[in-house]
């Protein structure tokens, strides 16, 4: 019985995909320890703090708070806002064209980077908390950084994937 084989297909769905959620993952994973060490917080204490997130009171108090739980909620995170872009860039033939150089890639790291940082600190973290999160120098730094260490890898991993067919119309 042969072994069973991928198809085409399937790879120019997926392989984005997770290029994309990996490499966002891994480099915010980093940025994340590097800010971290800066601030003088104890290491993984940003995965901890995600973890509390997932288990507040408004949306699963039954759950603990363990590293474990904070460091697969930071991934399927970020395998959500890649799916996102992937999305937005298979069906938008402007966005698709944009993502075809380096300077366009840039671009759309500076906007989609920060949005995500807006979206996540001003509106699902809080509804999920029910606690804002504080307009400071540290939320200004998060906004910055968003550009080089959400966005590009976003944007990079995915890579320029083939239009959909509603795209091509």
Same mark, same amino acid.
């Given at each position: 019985?042969?072994?069973? %084989?991928?198809? @085409? ?7 984005? *995909? *997770? ?8 480099? @915010? ?11 003088? #917080? ?12 997932? %288990? ?25 806002? #890649? ?9 938008? +033939?402007? *966005?698709? %064209?944009?993502?075809?150089? +380096? ?18 600190? +001003? ?10 999160? #504080? ?27 083939? *239009?959909? @067919?509603?795209?091509?119309?």
């Amino acid at each position: 019985m042969p072994a069973p %084989t991928i198809s @085409d297909r399937t790879l120019r769905l997926w392989s984005p *995909l *997770l290029r994309g959620g990996l490499t966002l993952a891994v480099v @915010d994973f980093l940025w994340a320890e590097v800010l971290g060490w800066a601030y003088g #917080a104890a290491p993984l204490s940003a995965f901890r703090g995600v973890a509390a997130v997932v %288990t507040a009171p408004t949306w699963m108090p039954e759950l603990q708070p363990t590293l474990a739980l904070g460091l697969l909620a930071h991934v399927a995170v970020a395998f959500t806002w #890649a799916a996102l872009y992937l999305l937005l860039q298979r069906n938008s +033939r402007w *966005l698709h %064209t944009l993502s075809s150089t +380096r300077r366009g890639q840039l671009a759309i790291a500076a906007v989609y980077g920060p949005l995500i940082w807006v979206v996540m600190s +001003r509106v699902v973290i809080p509804t999920m908390t029910g606690r804002a999160a #504080a307009l400071s120098i540290r939320w200004a730094v998060q906004l910055a950084g968003h550009v080089f260490f959400v966005g590009l890898p976003v944007v990079l991993g995915v890579g320029r994937p083939p *239009l959909s @067919d509603a795209t091509r119309r």
